[in-house]
């Protein structure tokens, strides 16, 4: 008597390559949205300070004031006249209220002082001056 027997063998998709590129895109866009996430305030070139630390990582309102005086919210341009108004608004029923505030190098002292004042009129009074670290 003869005895059937099946030989052969069913192709499956091998899922190891299919795993590892899904952790590889799932890497990419993690580092993406961490990098794209760090500042969310206009580019400028800030004053250098050898006591400048890296802060951490707190929900704060990011102001800054380029060398002419004008002044964003974010990204956004806001005139100073609106500043205390817009800042009274973005921190209502916000617990903690910290405004970091990053000024161009070469921006007049007293044009940073405006702007000082006008958020405290807002009544805030955590302001942080950001400062690039010097590296020697």
């Known amino acids: 008597m003869r005895v ?4 052969s063998v069913k192709n499956k998709p091998d899922m190891l390559p299919l795993i590892d590129v899904v952790f590889l895109l799932l890497v990419f866009f993690i580092y993406a949205m961490l990098s794209m996430s760090y500042h969310n305030g ?21 102001l800054s004031v380029t060398a002419e005086g004008g002044v964003f919210m974010a990204k956004t341009p806001v005139p100073l006249v ?12 916000k617990p903690k209220k910290r405004v970091i505030l990053c000024g161009h190098k070469d921006l007049s002292y007293q044009k940073l002082f405006r702007v000082m004042d006008t ?10 001056l950001q400062a690039e ?4």
């Not at 958020?119 to 955590?126: L, Q, V």
């Not at 670290?133 to 020697?136: E, L, R």
């Open 4 to 7: 059937k027997r099946d030989f």
């Open 42 to 62: 206009i580019q400028m070139q800030l004053p250098e300070s050898a006591q400048a630390v890296h802060m951490e990582e707190t929900p704060a309102l990011i």
């Open 82 to 93: 609106e500043l205390g108004g817009r800042i009274t608004h973005y921190f209502e029923g």
């Open 119 to 128: 958020i405290r009129e807002a009544g805030i009074t955590d302001i942080s």
């Open 133 to 136: 670290a010097v590296t020697s």
